[in-house]
Each structure stands twice: as structure tokens, then as C-alpha cells.
């Protein structure tokens, strides 16, 4: 269980993840990372360690073409929205069931709920500019990780007129 891609890179170097484990990379969804960001180095770190083929990755970050193995990106919804990725410890057992398209954590909804209800989401990793704005409009993955206004906003927001809208 990792946090960031950071962490699970140094654990590859550090012989820590063995064969046979899933690796849960969280927090680096569009809203997380923010961005989306991909996980090449942790990906290519592991074909390099050889295992490519001998353990499972799953994020809510992207993966390029260059991925190898058994690699599940762009979970939704994400760790830093409360996702049920949030609520995954070490030691919980991960499902891919490849033929029915699903992936699944064995533990109760109610597991689930209890852990998540005492979870926090991490400080952003940006407080002000682009980033830190991208993160606060990004939707989820599941629908393009586009930013978008929220609701409310656009419901109570006037409009303005200059010379450029007339």
C-alpha cells in the first residue's frame, strides 16, 4: 500500500514487494496526483526487478503503452475523493477477476464504510496556482477527468459583460 508513486518506487529498489503481491498505488488520480499522473518509473523499476510478470498493480493514476504485467489504472472513484481505494490496508486481498471485468477488495461494504468513515483525505500536494486549481474543478476519471464548475456555481454566477463578450 502506497501512497504515491515515490514510495512504491523506493520499495521496488529496497527488494520490499515480493512476487506474488498486488501493489495499490493511491493518491494520484486527477484530483491526487493532481493530474493523473503516470506510473512509467514504477512500472519499468519492476519489469526491471523481474517482476513484470509476477505481481499486480493497481492505481488510480494512469500507465502509459510501455506498461508490462498486470497493471489496473484510472480506478474510479479515486483515493482523494473517498474512493473505496481509499479504505485499502495492507494485507487486504485484491480481486481481478479478468473475465467479468471487475476488481474487487475482499472486504464487506460495511468494512468498507467503518474504514472510510474515519478516513481523512491528505493535504493537497499544491495550495495555490494551476495545479491546485486543477485539482479542486478535475471530475473523475470515470468521466474524462475534465474540469468543470461545480453546479452551484454556475446556478448563482451572473454574467458578465466587456467588451470582449458584446
Known amino acids: 500500500m502506497f501512497d504515491n508513486e515515490e514510495a512504491a518506487f523506493i520499495a521496488v529498489e529496497k527488494s520490499i514487494i515480493k512476487a506474488g503481491e498486488v501493489i ?15 506510473m512509467l518509473a514504477v512500472t519499468a523499476a519492476l519489469v526491471g526487478a523481474g517482476l513484470g510478470d509476477a505481481v499486480a498493480l493497481l492505481t488510480d493514476g494512469r500507465f502509459s503503452g510501455a506498461t508490462h504485467g498486470l497493471m ?15 479504505a485499502v490496508a495492507d494485507g487486504d486481498i ?24 474515519t478516513w481523512k483525505p491528505p ?27 461545480p453546479a452551484s456555481f454556475s446556478e448563482t454566477a451572473q454574467p458578465v459583460l466587456n467588451a470582449r463578450t458584446l
Open 123 to 149: 493535504r493537497p500536494r499544491y495550495l495555490s496556482g494551476v495545479m491546485a486549481k486543477y485539482a479542486l474543478l478535475v471530475s473523475s476519471a470515470s468521466l474524462g477527468a475534465v474540469t468543470a464548475l
Open 72 to 86: 489496473a489504472g484510472h480506478v474510479a472513484p479515486e483515493a482523494a475523493n473517498g474512493g473505496p481505494i481509499a
Open 24 to 38: 495499490v498505488i493511491r493518491y494520484e488520480g486527477p484530483k491526487g496526483g493532481p493530474g493523473m499522473r503516470e
Open 94 to 117: 485484491i480481486v481481478f477477476d479478468i473475465p467479468n471485468r471487475q476488481l474487487n477488495v475482499e472486504l464487506s461494504a460495511a468494512d468498507i464504510q467503518k474504514r472510510l468513515a
